[in-house]
């Protein structure tokens, strides 16, 4: 997501008169016919006579209709033409172009009816955040296939319309305010950008980790600049851990989401520059596709308040799930191109699993290893469980039928846990519901994977025969990079949409939705669960056999 698509939720679109919803489907319409099919008409040409020849259009006939062509060549300047004829020769011409997989067939498919409603002047769904949309969906569509000057025309485009309808995003609150090295307090300063709504999921509940956020303070009140690396395990809360700190000190933060398709390093320099530019008050009046193309408009403006800053003032950056970013998007540099040397008075709070990722810098950075903190954390485990129970009736019911005080029963759930939030997020969940009913907190699975498995074994994924159609939804579930409709979902799986329902409400607890254009999408809620799906052979299975079969 854009850090203007939040700006879009919040200030909503009612009242807008017809003449602006007119003059937005124009843009759009013209945006399609002028640039997207020129920027893309090589990509296909290319693609389509790789694959049959150089009487590539013959073949291109069987697929569309008569009206379609003109002569004997394509409808070029119908966007509705180049956009069917690609999901029409999808598997055969098309799949397997570099940078084009399924997140780019959605895009497809959404700029199709894009080009439907401008057709049929469906005007009340041109409002502004529709309109941003389809221009955003153009720019990543043509920048996939390497249509990069169609792609900067886009993006200029999309800047000029933000400008007028929205103008510059500024934050409320005074950079000092922000900045001042202080320690950390409960009352967070305002902030409004992209990410507020999981940071309010988030943070909602949230206890302890003051272990963690006292060695951050220590750490930046010790160093002159540098990075805080917060490695640990799926599940052991890094995101919940980054969220707060965030609510606490408002200082500026991106989170990697590779489930939503939130990991490209443009759309984290763009949301991270926007949020200095807009914070800061700098002269910057657009923000171009050249600003992303690499790290120095980053270090630039690194440079440039380093330099504003006063003594005891500091710039502090949060970023979460450094091993969720896609690692194409640089070459041979940082991940994120993060800068190698930090000027005075610069700080990035990470977080990441203990795994290897290119980050080589001047001064080592401190890495916390959440892991070795037994002790603390269980200590965190046993207060949130103790919270949960003084809210929840249903658990204090099953802690009663099970002869257990409250004390046994958060003694043994945290031992089950293993000290991961992420498990107790769904076990507790499912205590609530009924599902361990019959069931003795002993027979409970032990720890996350364990906890994957057993669901894995109650949905019915080990019988004989196996429920195929279960096994195509999840799979295309957890394939997926982006938050995918039922719609799609029931197209990719050849599966009737009701099917496909029943299958994400059995599944409903490890899925997100988000709500795109009056439509529910999905997405896996948790990466670790991507992982475990990846792992099981029957998913590897079908992937394997659906590559072959298309």
């Not at 008050?281 to 193309?293: D, H, I, K, V």
Request: aromatic residues 10%.
């Amino acid at each position: 997501m854009k850090i203007i698509d939040v700006i879009v939720q919040f200030r909503g679109f009612r009242g807008m008169s017809q003449g602006d919803r007119k003059s937005n489907k124009e843009l759009v319409d013209k945006a399609l016919e002028d640039i997207l099919v020129p920027g893309i008409k090589p990509f296909i040409q290319r693609q389509m006579k790789k694959t049959y020849g150089k009487n590539w259009v013959q073949n291109a006939r069987l697929g569309l209709q008569d009206y379609h062509f003109e002569g004997d060549d394509l409808k070029w300047k119908d966007p509705q033409v180049v956009l069917k004829l690609i999901i029409d020769k999808w598997n055969d011409a098309f799949r397997d172009a570099p940078q084009f997989g399924y997140s780019q067939r959605s895009l497809v498919s959404e700029l199709l009816e894009v080009r439907n409603n401008v057709k049929h002047n469906d005007l009340p769904k041109f409002d502004n955040d529709y309109t941003y949309r389809a221009l955003d969906s153009m720019a990543r569509l043509l920048t996939a296939t390497d249509a990069k000057k169609a792609a900067e025309e886009i993006e200029q485009r999309k800047e000029e319309f933000r400008r007028q309808n929205w103008g510059d995003n500024q934050v409320e609150q005074k950079p000092e305010q922000v900045i001042n090295n202080q320690p950390v307090v409960a009352e967070s300063p305002k902030v409004n950008h992209q990410f507020q709504a999981l940071i309010d999921e988030k943070t909602d509940g949230f206890v302890g980790r003051e272990f963690v956020f006292k060695a951050i303070e220590d750490f930046l009140a010790s160093q002159p600049n540098g990075y805080f690396i917060i490695e640990a395990d799926p599940g052991m809360g890094k995101t919940a851990i980054l969220a707060e700190y965030v609510r606490r000190t408002g200082c500026i933060v991106h989170f990697n989401i590779r489930s939503q398709a939130i990991n490209r390093t443009d759309q984290f320099l763009e949301s991270v520059c926007s949020q200095i530019i807009s914070r800061y008050n700098l002269g910057y009046q657009s923000f171009t596709a050249e600003m992303t193309r690499d790290g120095k408009f980053f270090a630039k403006l690194l440079e440039e308040i380093s330099a504003k800053l006063k003594t005891g003032e500091r710039l502090v950056i949060a970023i979460d799930a450094l091993d969720e970013v896609n690692q194409t998007d640089y070459s041979g540099g940082n991940i994120l191109y993060l800068p190698v040397t930090l000027p005075k008075g610069v700080y990035f709070v990470l977080t990441q699993r203990a795994i290897a990722l290119p980050l080589t810098v001047n001064t080592p950075p401190h890495r916390f290893k959440l892991m070795q903190y037994q002790a603390e954390s269980l200590q965190d485990i046993q207060t949130y469980i103790r919270r949960e129970i003084e809210k929840s009736p249903q658990l204090k019911a099953w802690i009663d039928g099970q002869k257990l005080t409250g004390e046994d029963f958060v003694t043994l759930l945290a031992k089950k846990s293993e000290n991961n939030f992420m498990y107790l997020k769904y076990v507790l969940q499912e205590i609530e519901r009924g599902f361990y009913r019959d069931l003795s907190i002993d027979n409970l699975p032990q720890g996350l994977q364990a906890y994957y498995e057993d669901h894995w074994r109650r949905m019915g994924m080990l019988s004989e025969p196996l429920p195929m159609h279960k096994v195509a939804i999840v799979y295309f579930l957890a394939e997926l990079r982006e938050p995918v409709s039922r719609r799609m979902l029931a197209e990719l799986s050849g599966e009737k949409a009701v099917t496909v329902q029943q299958v994400i409400n059995e599944w409903k607890q490890f899925l997100r939705e988000v709500q795109v254009n009056d439509e529910t999408r999905y997405s896996v809620y948790h990466q670790s669960f991507c992982d475990f799906l990846a792992r099981k052979d029957i998913v590897e299975a079908y992937g394997d056999d659906f590559d072959s079969q298309n």
